[in-house]
Every structure is written in structure tokens, then in C-alpha cells.
């Protein structure tokens, strides 16, 4: 994090819009995992008036970054010229305006409520695991992201393959999930998709039959 030299007047100005800030409201609505989660103009909405009120601006620019990746910079800025600003780095999902668009989305939203302290109840990163037939998603992360620059096609397309993954595991059939996955046919983004959705156990079985299956092809 950079701040200015001085914090005299920012400081608690801060303490002053964070006493106001509650929560985001929930308005977006993920419908593959039938959530909902808190999307960037909700969390706009739930810090820009405390922030105002306590004589506080924010901006959000892009920054240099390395390829296959996106950097937003948020800053804070006092009336008094005072400041504190962050750079968010976040994976690109594919290389085109709507992979662009989605993780730039994506990095606005987590930075702006990381240094604001808003609270996010978030069903978007965190799918509910009561259902079995769900796939379990992963907190909010850079490989989440990734999920939400795909189109509905691939994702609905995932979704199926990771069913047939989960089940092949439930089953003991460590192989079957392997080779689901070695057939799919799937590009860099997809793949990691897929496996932000998948749990600890499905991943390690997977690595170990795709060690095993390496290993065959060199004997």
C-alpha cells in the first residue's frame, strides 16, 4: 500500500466513513449457482455516500501490468490532498474486450471494498455446498475471476463435466475423472475454471492419476 506522507487528516476521516459503512446488498444473482452476490455498483452504492460525507474521494485506474494480466489502482483521496491507493493485480480470463471487461470488473469490486473494510457476504465466489449436484466454488480469488469471463456456453458446459468429474470420484473411480478431463478438449481459461470448482480431494486424486498415467507412457 502507498499513502502520502501525511495521514493526520485522511485518518480519521476514514474512522468516520467506516463507522457508516455497514454491508453490500446482495443484487446480483449468479445463476449457475442460484446465489446471489454483491456486484460493483452495489458496493459503490454501499461506501461512496460515507466516503463523501467524510470529504473522501476514490478513483480506480488501470495500471502497467505483465500480459495475461490486469492491474486496477484505487485511491483514496482527502480534501486536504491526503491520500492512500493499493494496486489490485488479477488474472485475464482470455485475451478480448469481454475478458477484459470481466476482470476488470472483478478487481474493481474486491479493491474497493478491500480498502474500504466493506463486508461482503459473497454467494458469488462461495456457492452453497448443501446440494451435492452443485459444484462448490472457491472464495472470492484471482481464479475465480476466470470463471466469470467465460461465456454461458462454456460455462454450462463445465458444469457438466465437472458433475461427471464429482461423480466418477464419489465412485472411487479415480480413472474415469481423469479421463473425463483429458477429453474435454478444453483451452487455458477453461481449464482454470475448472479446477477453481473442483474440492482438495477431486484435485489431488486427479494429480495422482495423471502422474501414474505419465509415468505409464514412459515405461
Known amino acids: 500500500m502507498k499513502t502520502s506522507e501525511s495521514l493526520s487528516k485522511i485518518s480519521p476521516a476514514l474512522l468516520k466513513a467506516q463507522r457508516a459503512i455497514t454491508f453490500a446488498s446482495k443484487d446480483a444473482t449468479n445463476q449457475h449457482f442460484r446465489s446471489t452476490y454483491a456486484d460493483l455498483p452495489s458496493v459503490i452504492e454501499a461506501i461512496k455516500p ?35 491507493e493499493d494496486t489490485a ?4 480470463p482470455k485475451s478480448d474486450p469481454q475478458g477484459y471487461g470481466s476482470a476488470a470488473t472483478y478487481a474493481r469490486r474486491y479493491s474497493l471494498a478491500a480498502i474500504t473494510g466493506l463486508y461482503q457476504d459473497d454467494d458469488d465466489g462461495n456457492a452453497a455446498s448443501a446440494n451435492p449436484n452443485q459444484i462448490q ?57 475448472l479446477w477453481s470448482k473442483l474440492d482438495s480431494k477431486s484435485r489431488s486424486a486427479i494429480k495422482e492419476r495423471a502422474k501414474l498415467a505419465r509415468e505409464k507412457e514412459k515405461a
Open 89 to 92: 493485480t488479477v488474472p485475464l
Open 137 to 193: 466454488a472457491t472464495r472470492s480469488t484471482a481464479t475465480t475471476g476466470v470463471w466469470e469471463g467465460l461465456t454461458t456456453d462454456q460455462q454450462t458446459r463445465l458444469i457438466d463435466i465437472i458433475a461427471d468429474v464429482k461423480a466418477h470420484i464419489a465412485q472411487g473411480d479415480d480413472w474415469g475423472a481423469y479421463e473425463s478431463l483429458e477429453t474435454a478438449d478444453l483451452d487455458d481459461a477453461e481449464k482454470t475454471a
Open 50 to 84: 460515507a466516503l463523501n460525507e467524510a470529504a473522501i474521494v476514490f478513483l480506480q485506474t488501470f495500471s502497467p501490468s505483465e500480459a495475461g494480466l490486469i492491474a486496477v489502482t484505487t485511491r483514496l483521496i482527502h480534501e486536504s490532498g491526503e491520500w492512500i
